[in-house]
């Protein structure tokens, strides 16, 4: 491009655009970024959670391409030119446990319905309106799936619309409701450009899409950014959501100096606590591990500690040991992939994650991509492989379930904290 940068503007969520420990990221960001550096260009990122704006600020060309998770409905492409689909979302309706389940959208006439404003939902809803007029709801402006549910939750509205990609990543975060009715299903999630444009960028845009998917890049993102959350269980996200409000508090400042002075992200180290311990700091094993960190006598004395069940000691060797382990990865190995075989390593040892490194590439795969990686760990307990390696057999399948966790755990905590930071777990109707 003659500027040298392609300008995406999207929405701010756990779908589409946000910050972890490793900086901007996302399924929408990573797959932008792709692009640009296919280009050669920097991108530059524009975040809006105004539909509306999104789509004019296409039209008059502040914005190169939106990824914002959008989906290709027919009264958008009057006006947008959608790219091929990258993926593809359920419309659902979310609920109280307490509320009525639907049978059909019907059903919703006589209750309080609300949805972003100029989303794809409220086209559906206006087209049941057609056989239902008595349905009615109310479009919110700038609502993110976040503010709509806390509405739900706190009865302020009986049913809201989501999409079941962020569903799935937040549903954790709210015991208390369910999206059991389906609206649609295989809705397209595509770029958006402006149709007057010249076609060059979005014939570039459809190559790459396009060998995206072919090459399996597509599929890799949507492994990364929701693999690790198809396992889902009511009450371990009740006990999580009272642990976060009743536990971490107390420790929070001890996760984030032992984070600083180790170079972590605190809510990755509070990660690892919660999956060890549940943040008790009297939790001990049958094996005779104990504390916050669930330490050995051997790594409490490796790192100089001398009490296991003291909060800020636990905290701190806690961290400096997963540092160490962290170290020993290969700094080519690029993030995120390096800090989860960390953990992998953490948990079964740096050994066997290299025997599962070297299967990986004698199968063909990337020995320095996580999602290659725990793919071989499982087989690892079987001895037609692990006679062939150099550590033998080892439980491979539960570090890919202890790092499958704490990714969960992290997630929840990002995303509950950027809720918190940007005011984003309330909106008021009108």
Known sequence: MDRGELVVITRPSNTTYYEDQHGETGMEFELAK?????????LKVLESDDLSYIRYAIRKGT????????????ERTESLRFSTPYQQVDSLVARRLDSPRLRDLADLAGHTVAVPAGSSHAEMLIQAQLETPELEFIEVEDATPEQLLALVEDGEVDYTLIHSNSY?????????????????TDMPLAWAFNPKDDKSLYLAAQRFLTQAKADGTTAKLEDRFYGHVEYFNLYAARSFMRHLEERLPRYEELFRSAADDNEFDWRLLAAVAYQESLWDPGAISPTGVKGLMMLTNDTARQMGISDRTDPEQSIRAGAAYLRRVHAKIPDRIPEPSRTWMALASYNVGFGHLEDAR???QRQGGDPDNWQDVKQRLPMLAKPAYAEQLKYGTARGGQAVVYVRHIRRYYDLLVWAE??????????ALH
């Open 34 to 42: 792709g692009f640009a550096d296919s280009l050669g260009v920097k």
């Open 358 to 360: 070297v299967l990986t």
């Open 168 to 184: 799935a990543l937040q549903r954790a975060l709210w015991p208390d409701l369910i999206a059991d009715y389906t609206v649609a």
């Open 63 to 74: 914005a190169d391409i939106a990824a914002a998770g959008l989906v290709v409905t027919p």
């Open 418 to 427: 950027n809720s918190r930071r940007r005011d984003d777990t309330r909106v």
